[in-house]
């Protein structure tokens, strides 16, 4: 009897231990199809958003002849808003421009409101959503006249797996035990951005990897490029700004830089440690200035300062 009793004990015990097994497996599967289900639904407002953006289209901006008395206190022409954001302003009041990045899926919309937190998890339509939105920083001044705007504009999107939002910046990833991504950067110096009056061409000036936070540097010194909005915001001048994006990015590219030059600064996370982050610097092409660049005078920056991951990794 005792036998029996103890085979029954062994027998309850895996039909727990199965069923337990089974339950574990079904969460798994709806874990699994809940991120499947959000990552489709992500490209396709994604492919509908990029759909929608037709080609730019500047609307010409005319004022009305002034004198030659009136030309002192004439207002500046009106900001006319492009006929390709004209809908997604529209649809959403939050919009701030455009950005794409040829070679890539990045081919997105731009948001921004008053905090860097609410589009972290919302799509554009304010809709929860993992894969958030590209958006801008809230100190950035981007919808302005030109000499309004900020120097440098930083732009935040989710490194998605799928290649959604700035996925696939990792294109423009480059170390020193990796450098296989320079050869898209040759063939992909610049990226389009606009905001909701003009669009702009920048060439790119940097990429690097780097560190967020201060204990994961010996000195505790970090790089916080991404308040570097005004060069005339304290310590953040130009000059500190330049030092320190040359000295750490991959690739010294031969674009050259002066203090009167617009920047915008795309932030992604990277997956070196936990937090660390991939940023890809551009500087706006200047009037008359050719879009064009001549990659013949870039070369991988050998002395490029990278975190220290051996000191990060035995932290």
Not at 120 to 137: C, M, P, W
Not at 203 to 218: G, L, Q, S
Request: charged share 25%; aromatic share 12%; with cysteine.
């Amino acid at each position: 009897m005792s036998g029996y009793k103890e085979k029954e004990s062994k027998g309850k015990s895996g039909r727990v231990v199965f069923f337990a097994a089974l339950g574990i497996l079904a969460v798994a599967v709806i874990i699994i199809a809940a991120y499947f289900i959000s990552s489709y639904k992500t490209r396709k407002l994604n492919e509908e958003l990029a759909a929608e953006h037709t080609t730019r289209v500047i609307t010409q901006m005319t004022t009305a002849p002034v004198t030659e008395t009136e030309a002192t206190t004439a207002e500046p022409p009106p900001l006319v808003t492009l006929a390709s954001m004209e809908n997604f302003v529209s649809a959403n009041p939050d919009t701030a421009g455009w950005i794409k990045i040829d070679g890539t899926s990045i081919d997105n919309v731009i948001v921004q409101t008053e905090d860097n937190e609410y589009y972290l998890d919302r799509d554009f339509y304010g809709k929860k959503s993992q894969a958030g939105t590209v958006f801008a920083d809230f100190r950035a001044v981007m919808n302005d006249y030109n000499e309004n705007q900020s120097d440098n504009i930083v732009l935040y999107g989710h490194n998605q797996a799928d290649g959604t939002m700035f996925g696939t910046l990792n294109k423009y990833k480059i170390k020193h035990s990796n450098t296989s991504n320079f050869d898209f950067y040759l063939e992909h110096p610049t990226f389009t951005f606009s905001n909701l009056y003009e669009e702009y061409t920048y060439k790119i000036i940097a990429t690097f990897i780097t560190e967020v936070e201060p204990k994961h540097n010996r000195n505790g010194i970090i790089f916080d490029y991404h308040n570097y909005v005004s060069f005339n915001s304290g310590k953040r001048t130009y000059d500190s700004f330049i030092e320190n994006v040359m000295s750490r990015s991959a690739i010294d590219t031969g674009v050259d830089v002066c203090e009167d030059d617009k920047f915008v600064t795309l932030s992604t996370c990277s997956n070196e440690f936990e937090p660390s982050r991939l940023v890809v610097i551009g500087r706006r092409v200047r009037d008359g200035e050719s879009t064009e660049v001549d990659t013949s005078k870039a070369v991988l920056n050998e002395d490029a300062i990278e975190p220290d991951y051996n000191f990060i990794y035995n932290q």
